[in-house]
Each structure stands twice: as structure tokens, then as C-alpha cells.
């Protein structure tokens, strides 16, 4: 039996959760289609989720939010050269969590997505060039763009899935423009698909993996951790979700960094920002929560959950402080995203500014040995639950924005 739309958009929205059924995310709609996307706000800000609808056999969704409100002060389309475009760019994203410009060189940064978005390089251009950042294109060996597999037969053009792609590859050329970057492309929204490939972009190279999409929890997972994850020295990025306190896998994963998401916003004090735990209701906001069944990593210390504790650090993800994304596949050229999506790929890049992680070592750990080197978010919630930690920002570590956000790369290196 076939559910609704809005069937399936109520799903969808309450993705990893604990009450989710898994078979709730499998609802079909063609593989390039976008179907009446619910549109959600708070205060004067509104959007949509790019994934509002899977396609047939999905069961992930990704996380990125496309902003329907913003007024652009650009040309909708190409390059406004005496003119910024809405949402925060690469300078507001240094600033913000100090790092150092013009980085990523010697690295290669991998982005996993499903579905292809066949505009991806040309976008991926116009961004770069709009903002003053160095080219990157196929044709000089800097961006690759492959299957599940490694090979160039790409997977079926995907409208929702290609904001998400476009929402990537930005926010790794803004952190580490100097990166090579890989966009592995699965084949349909899948674990085993998406895990396939994982291991394909740590195969051609890649030491820093940015996975910006999640769903359900189930008893597979700890078969998904050593068939997908467990790559050593590799640092692996997983958004934790855009449903609000609930754990969600891959970030569930000990073998993942999770990252969770702030609002980020520009103020009168030394650091010139300050960032909360981004929450818009009880169904929407930065995810977090206690895994039913990843074992705890040795790492990870704190007491309210016997197993894996999401999420380990946080970057901005509120859509009301969004960044500035360009997307012409299923977009309207400039546009401004959120969601825990934009969070993963900004710690992906600021892994790489770090440097290498060392052989055999497991990346995700590194910002626990390195507390003091990082943005302490204490205000703000993302639900109900107890302890309160889990779901309340405070001193020290909590559940929706780990360890804090990117002071500097210290703490990203090991």
C-alpha cells in the first residue's frame, strides 16, 4: 500500500527518531522528483528540505534546508562582482571559527552523496569565482566526480539531492579552498549504497569523508560501522540529523565524528560571534541522543547513555543563519541553506586545515583531547529528555552541540 505525500512528509520530518519506523522513509516518488515540499519557518524565516521525498526503496534522507524567504541582494544567476549574496560566505565562516584562509592544500576532501547533480562543477565554479576562491575543475585534476563504484557512469540526476551536493561542495571550498575535492555519487539513497561509497572515496585517497544524511537506527548498524566506517585515519563527518533531540545513524557510528548544529549570529564581543544549539519546534533542530546499539568509544566519557553519544562537535546550522549556496539543478541560482548538512562538510574541511590524521588513529577522538581548543556552546535545547545534557547545551560536553564548534584547528588534529 502506497501512503500520501504528506504521508510521507510527516515521516520524513521525524526522521531518526526514536518512534520512527523504518518503513515510513521507504515511500516511493521517481528518482528526480520533488513533490510539494512542506514548507517550514520560524520567525520571519522559511524553507523547505531538500529530501522532502524519497525515492522508491530510500531510507535515508539527507539534511540540507533551502531558505524559500531570502531576499538575494545578487543577480539570481552567475557572478555579481561588487555584490555579496545573502547567508554567510567563506570570510563570515573563517572569522567565525578562526581558521586560517587560503588552506587545504596537499589534502583531498570527499563528498558522499546519492543521486547526481549534473551541474555540480559549473555551480561548484560560479561559487568559487564569486567569492575569489582559486578554481577547481576536472579538467585540472583538482574535482572528480564518480559512482558509488569509482567508475564515470553517474546515477540518475536527483533535483533535491543535487542542493545538497551544491550545499557540499561550497562549504568545503569555503574552509579549504585549496583542496582537491571528490564528489562520490551512490546510486540511490541507501546505506549499503552510501557505505559502498565511503569506501570508494577512502580508496581514491580521500583522508577527510563528509556524509551530510541519516536516518533510523537499526540492529544492521553495527554491521554498517565495520563494512562502511571503520577506516583508520581517515576523518569521517556525519551530520546528526535536522529532527530535533533523537538519535540518528550514520552519526550514531563510533566510528564517525557527529556533527551537530548552532545558530551562529555576529555580536559585540571579542570573539565577534556567538552561536546557541539551533532548534526551530519539537520536530525540527539540531539531532542528538544516545544510540540503541553503537557501543560507546572509548573516547567518549560522559555517563547518561551506556552506548554512543551524539554529538561529538557542531558547526552552524540553523537556516535563519544560514550560509550562501548556488545551485541551478533544481535550484534558482543563489540561494541560502541550513540544516546539519552544512554543518559536516565546514568540520570535513577544517579537519583537513589540520593536517593528516596519523596512521591508524581514529580522527573522531581528537577533539576530546583538545577541549580548550574549541568554541563551548552553552545556551539553548533541542527537546526534552534526561539527563538534560543530552538534549540541553551547557558547560562543558551535551548532546546537540558536543564539545563545542571550531576555535582554530587544534582540535581537529591527531
Known sequence: MRTSAAARRTALAVAGTAALALSALTTAAPAGAVVDPQV???????????????????????????VTSTV???????????????????????????????GGAGTTIAIVDAYNDPNAEADMAVYRSQYGLPACTKASGCFKQVNQSGGSTLPANNTGWAGEISLDLDMVSAIA?????????????????????????????????????????????????????????????????????????????????????????RDSSTRGWSESVWLTNSTEGTGSGCSKYDAKPTWQKDTGCTRRTIADVSAVADPATGVAVYQTYGGSGWAVYGGTSAAAPIIAGVYALGGAPSSGSSPASFPYAHTSALFDVTTGSNGSCSPTYLCKA?????????????????AFKG
Not at 557572478?79 to 549574496?85: A, K
Not at 551547557?394 to 587544534?410: C, H, Q
Request: charged share 10%; hydrophobic share 35%.
Open 177 to 265: 579552498p585549496n583542496a582537491h575535492i571528490v564528489l562520490v555519487e551512490a546510486s540511490s539513497a541507501t546505506m549499503a549504497n552510501l557505505g559502498t561509497a565511503v569506501n570508494t572515496a577512502v580508496g581514491l585517497g580521500a583522508k577527510y569523508v563528509s556524509n551530510s544524511y541519516g536516518g533510523s537506527e537499526s540492529s544492521a548498524d553495527t554491521s554498517y560501522d565495520s563494512s562502511y566506517f571503520n577506516h583508520p585515519g581517515v576523518a569521517i563527518t556525519v551530520s546528526s540529523g535536522d529532527s530535533a533531540y533523537g538519535a540518528q545513524y550514520p552519526a550514531a557510528s563510533k566510528y564517525v565524528t557527529a556533527v551537530g548544529g548552532t545558530a551562529l549570529k
Open 394 to 410: 551547557g558547560t562543558g560536553y551535551d548532546g546537540p552541540t558536543g564539545l563545542g564548534t571550531p576555535n582554530g584547528t587544534t
Open 40 to 66: 517550514r519557518g520560524q520567525g520571519g524565516t522559511s524553507w523547505v528540505r531538500a529530501c522532502d521525498t524519497l525515492a522508491h526503496g530510500d531510507t535515508v534522507a539527507c539534511h540540507a534546508l533551502r
Open 72 to 102: 538575494e541582494p545578487v543577480a539570481a544567476f552567475g557572478v555579481s562582482p561588487h555584490l555579496t549574496p545573502a547567508g554567510y560566505g567563506p570570510s563570515d565562516l573563517l572569522s567565525a571559527y578562526k581558521l586560517p584562509a587560503n
